[in-house]
T-cell receptor
Framework: DTGVSQNPRHKITKRGQNVTFRCDPI?????LYWYRQTLGQGPEFLTY????????KSRLLSDRFSAERPKGSFSTLEIQRTEQGDSAMYLC??????????????FGPGTRLLVL | GDSVTQMEGPVTLSEEAFLTINCTYT??????LFWYVQYPGEGLQLLLK?????DKGSNKGFEATYRKETTSFHLEKGSVQVSDSAVYFC??????????????FGKGTHLIIQP
């Protein structure tokens, strides 16, 4: 299967711990996005990469959040010193910039984070 | 900033009923518009999209027309099935590079189809 994959699917951690999530995009896609979704809400944009360059970061992405995409392939999202308010589903999506303005973003299954 | 407003759910219909889910948007530029669907236990997937005014997106019997004059992108289906039960998200993506290039989503509308 060549869809977007995310690991782990679930993560339970204690407040103050660091967590790292991984996203593997569709192999030929050069754009990769991170979103956060809380219960009853739509996904909210966090950040995006074109190849290995991080081109945009939302104001939702506090200093405790960092994302990388080494070599323009997989990406990691790290949250340091987790807080209970970080509990959410973290979604990754990938797309092809050559599609133009109407590019389709393909979403992974998400990583559900619970901070106790 | 950009925003998307959808009708609140849950929306409960009987099988074969006509469906409309309203979506209106506010955007600084000229966005592309999308409907995504999330079936129970599955990830978000694109249902349909439109990239310019008066374009109609369609898929699986669903349709939506990009109405620039009313800033709307309402989702319709003539005859719903139980298998259409899901959460539907309206979303937009700005064309210009001035803002974030991520999608801006509405809160989602939970659709329940009863046999």
């Amino acid at each position: 299967d060549t869809g977007v994959s995310q690991n782990p699917r679930h993560k339970i951690t204690k407040r103050g711990q660091n967590v790292t999530f991984r996203c593997d995009p569709i192999s030929e896609h050069n754009r990769l996005y991170w979103y956060r979704q809380t219960l009853g809400q739509g996904p909210e944009f966090l950040t995006y990469f074109q190849n290995e360059a991080q081109l945009e970061k939302s104001r939702l992405l506090s200093d405790r959040f960092s994302a990388e995409r080494p070599k323009g392939s997989f990406s990691t999202l790290e949250i340091q010193r987790t807080e209970q308010g970080d509990s959410a589903m973290y979604l990754c999506a990938s797309s092809l910039s050559s599609e133009g303005f109407g590019e389709t973003q393909y979403f992974g299954p998400g990583t559900r984070l619970l901070v106790l | 900033g950009d925003s998307v407003t959808q009708m609140e759910g849950p929306v409960t219909l009987s099988e074969e009923a006509f469906l409309t889910i309203n979506c209106t948007y506010t955007a600084t530029g000229y966005p592309s518009l999308f409907w995504y669907v999330q079936y129970p236990g599955e990830g978000l997937q694109l249902l349909l999209k439109a990239t310019k005014a008066d374009d109609k997106g369609s898929n699986k019997g669903f349709e939506a027309t990009y109405r620039k004059e009313t800033t709307s992108f309402h989702l319709e289906k003539g005859s719903v099935q139980v298998s259409d039960s899901a959460v539907y998200f309206c979303a937009l993506k700005e064309r210009s590079g001035g803002g974030a290039d991520g999608l801006t989503f509405g809160k989602g509308t939970h659709l329940i189809i009863q046999p």
